[in-house]
């Protein structure tokens, strides 16, 4: 009788194995088949249907990874670091009620260590719910958690709530405690324009503490940050030449640290217009649904265009709500075309199988994982710029949606992505002529969806939204459905968070100050002007 007892257990261990095995060696359908068994012969388990969702991700089967992720979901225990990983792998995957549901499972107020605090307040910042993820970040740091990333995290999330004056405390022990951490020192100098030199002589100090060629990419990372920094104060100073020197070496790094990939960016604006022109031909747009959730208001263009000043406007409309920038609408092309995230290998292959998918249901799940988000308001703004590229896919699959395309005089735009440390995932903002590469490639996209479908993009050219706003933002509410309210017209008093690097700018009255900055660097940024002339 014993060895009957003992034998059920052997046959799971041996499939497990197996699966280990297989995956060591990358065989996916094989280490699929060992988990597979083990759920026959084990019954039901939430750490398998875990591990067969990484199965199934890595063979590049996005929805049967989702399922199991779901089923493992309902299975799990109240753990938190059990549902802090299901959130994690949810969320990324597009799955944000279910990603939501298993961080509501959780009591955070009884959770004692301060690791598992901070990650689910990361989740929540990742959300977009500012107010839930500066509580439990708050009581991480109180609890006493001590890494980089979780102060900086407290300090931003500081700085969304206008609380600059703390986030500055924050920022400034960060520097002091991990010297390294070059991101502290961007936000620092961010949280308002600076008017004395007083941060230079500190931050200088920890740039002579690296090495001045890094051949450590964490390195590398954390001294084009704290020349970025560098380059804010004596810019904001007026020290134009000290400060084109510091964003020259700062930009150097980056692009040896993160290289712009000219061959894929182009492959993929090829493949968006390829793909855009056989869906149009192959379909009409499709009715609205008659009531399912907020109407859509699409915010588009190039980063620093004004896409956050414009939401803050709108937002101010009672009947109006901001989600501010979600990658929804990516994430459920990926569910529609069952591809998961990959670069540029990634896009492309979405962008294959994307005449072939069902656009209905793709506006379906775009409206089910973001109506949560204004469950009161009519309309919901989905401000991510680079759905500029996405246009006739959100026609197709939202065709109630309301896109607006918003866009500055091409040097002063590319200027101020060429000085905005924008992070590694931003590779064409610290190169001239990467910059005009991209800037070239997204007005063939925006010039390529206007002449097809004129009626599908309201234009905004910042400009004109800065010196006579009205007319502008009458237009778009009307579009919307709505009535113009004149609280469009104070963004300043706009009091939900806003997560931007520009948000002490848009806590400001309206202004044009921007306008013509690149000016200040005219000689410098010659080149840029003759590789933007088409």
């Not at 257990?9 to 060992?34: F, K, N, P, T, Y």
């Not at 500055?168 to 100098?189: I, K, M, N, S």
Request: glycine share 8%; charged share 25%.
């Amino acid at each position: 009788m014993e060895s009957d007892s003992i034998q059920p257990e052997i046959s799971l261990l041996r499939h497990r194995r197996r699966a280990a095995q297989h995956v060591e060696l990358g065989q996916w359908d094989a280490a699929q088949s060992s988990l597979e068994a083990v759920l026959r012969e084990g019954g039901e388990d939430a750490a398998v249907r875990a591990d067969l969702a990484a199965v199934l991700m890595a063979g590049g089967r996005l929805r049967g990874a989702i399922g199991q992720w779901l089923r493992a979901a309902e299975l799990a225990s109240a753990e938190p670091g059990v549902l802090l990983a299901l959130a994690r792998h949810l969320y990324f995957a597009g799955e944000l009620q279910a990603a939501r549901g298993c961080l509501a499972r959780v009591s955070w107020e009884e959770v004692g260590a301060p690791a598992p605090l901070a990650e689910a307040g990361r989740m929540r910042w990742l959300l977009g719910e500012f107010g839930e993820a500066l509580a439990l970040i708050e009581r991480s740091v109180q609890r006493g958690i001590e890494t980089p990333d979780a102060h900086y995290l407290y300090a931003m999330l500081l700085q969304f709530h206008g609380r600059v004056g703390q986030a500055e405390e924050v920022l400034l022990r960060c520097l002091r405690t991990w010297p390294r951490f070059g991101d502290a020192a961007v936000a620092l100098v961010h949280l308002r324009p600076q008017t004395a030199a007083d941060h230079a002589g500190p931050i200088s100090n920890l740039i002579r503490r690296l090495p001045t060629e890094p051949a450590q990419p964490v390195d590398r990372l954390a001294l084009a940050n704290l020349e970025s920094a560098l380059f804010k104060i004596h810019d904001d100073l007026g020290e134009y030449a000290e400060a084109w020197r510091h964003l020259e070496r700062s930009n150097a790094l980056m692009r040896r640290h993160a290289p712009y990939d000219r061959a894929g960016e182009g492959a993929i604006v090829d493949a968006l217009i390829g793909t855009a022109s056989r869906i149009v031909a192959s379909a009409g747009v499709s009715d609205p649904p008659a009531d399912d959730g907020p109407r859509p208001v699409f915010i588009v263009g190039l980063p620093r265009s004004g896409t956050t000043l414009l939401d803050r406007m709108l937002s101010r409309h009672p009947q109006i709500a901001s989600a501010g920038e979600i990658n929804d609408f990516r994430r459920q092309m990926r569910w529609a075309t069952d591809v998961p995230a990959d670069g540029v290998t990634g896009m492309l292959a979405v962008l294959e199988r994307l005449p072939g998918a069902d656009f209905r249901l793709l506006g379906e799940r775009y409206r089910q994982q973001t109506r949560w988000r204004a469950p009161d308001a009519r309309c919901l703004i989905d401000k991510m710029p680079i759905n500029f590229r996405m246009v006739p896919f959100i026609r197709r699959a939202l065709p109630e949606a309301v896109i607006v395309h918003i866009h500055r005089e091409p040097m002063d735009v590319c200027y101020s992505n060429l000085k905005a440390m924008l992070g590694p995932a931003s590779a064409y903002s610290y190169d001239i002529h990467a910059l005009a590469h991209y800037h070239g490639l997204y007005r063939r996209c925006v010039e390529q969806w206007s002449g097809s479908d004129p009626e599908a993009i309201v234009d905004v050219r910042y400009e004109d939204l800065v010196r006579d706003p009205e007319p502008l933002l009458r237009h778009i509410v009307s579009r919307c459905g709505l009535g113009f309210v004149p609280e469009c017209l104070q963004p300043e008093r706009n009091e939900t968070p806003v997560a931007t690097p520009s948000s002490s700018q848009v806590r400001e009255p309206v202004h044009a100050r921007s306008i013509g900055e690149w000016q200040r660097y005219a000689t410098q940024l010659e080149p840029l002007q003759r590789a933007l002339v088409p």
